[in-house]
């Protein structure tokens, strides 16, 4: 077929325009933040992420005086049962199960913190239980589902599962309570380093939230006082659960002073606001502080 030239530098302009406007349409893509070129979106630590939000950045370990402090963490405890049939695996199985539980901590751990907890001997219905923080939730059930998915995790029924998150202080706050909030911020706990841990539920009653919130102020504020005493010797935090779980708070404690602990809770049930409890415990779980790995082996291979 005969193509005349002026043909031809038609063809040729065709072409490259096709050029051009592909070029066009990569660099549109790559400055509007297609998936293949837009890095994620960062969020401080302490800040709830929304649906659009990453988790932050990590490049080592969480750093756990940060979480442990921010606002805007999500919280996960969860208690375990290890089935008998554990123990029928051969010592070199029960060893590896281990190493696979350690190997799931490290693989998580520029994204969640995790500590477990020997409530064997302490509890009838729990051996061990865990607690996981992260910016994001969907990073400690991320950790969960690897957890359970080691040997140790398969043998290792669920008993108990709770969810919350941490926020700044409702009630005793410098504007509502300062006072009261600088009795809370000056107190330094100085007993010997926590050795046992507490993990205890609880829900209000419809009657609580319908109260006016100078009423609650109030209340609170009755509940907080004899509290003071025991902030030297018993550590405390608070996780807010309303609408993530079927309970409102769960009281985490950590204290080497079984007997003012023991003080603190019996001031707690003499206060006004206890009779807007409709689940205080069920269960209160108590177990040993220890680190993880110590946890696992001697659930795993004994002392």
């Given amino acids: 077929m005969h193509i005349s030239y002026s043909n031809l530098h038609i063809f040729k302009e065709l072409a490259m325009n096709k050029v051009m406007i592909t070029l066009a349409s990569i660099g549109i893509l790559l400055t509007s933040g297609s998936a293949l070129s837009d890095p994620a979106p960062m969020y401080k630590p302490g800040e709830t992420a929304s649906p659009a939000m990453a988790a932050p950045a990590m490049t080592g370990p969480i750093d756990r005086a940060k979480i442990l402090t921010a606002p805007g963490v999500f919280g996960a405890f969860s208690t375990y049962m290890i089935r008998p049939d554990y123990y029928k695996l051969s010592a070199a199985e029960r060893k590896g199960a281990a190493a696979e539980v350690m190997a799931v901590v490290d693989k998580h751990k520029e994204k969640v913190i995790v500590d477990a907890y020997l409530t064997r001997g302490y509890e009838a219905k729990s051996d061990y ?8 939730a969907a990073a400690a059930q991320a950790f969960l589902v690897d957890f359970r998915a080691t040997r140790f995790g398969m043998y290792s029924d669920v008993t108990e599962a709770l969810v919350g998150i941490t926020k700044a202080l409702n009630y005793i706050s410098k504007g509502k309570s300062p006072d ?6 000056g107190a330094t706990y100085t007993g010997d380093a926590p050795r046992f841990a507490f993990m205890i539920p609880v829900k209000k009653s419809a009657d609580w939230w319908n109260l006016p919130e100078e009423e609650r102020l109030r209340n609170m504020e009755i509940h907080t006082v004899p509290t003071l005493a025991y902030l030297v010797n018993v550590k405390r935090k608070l996780y807010h659960s309303t609408g993530l779980d079927d309970t409102d708070f769960i009281t ?3 204290t080497n002073d079984l007997a003012a602990f023991n003080n603190l809770l019996l001031s707690l049930a003499m206060v006004p606001e206890n009779k807007y409890h409709v689940r205080w415990g069920n269960p209160t779980v108590m177990g040993t502080i220890q680190p993880f790995a110590d946890v696992v082996n001697k659930l795993s291979m004994g002392h």
Avoid: I, P, Q, W
């Fill in 129 to 136: 239980f865990l607690r996981v923080h992260a910016y994001d």
């Fill in 180 to 185: 009261l909030n600088k009795g809370l911020s």
């Fill in 252 to 254: 985490y404690f950590e």
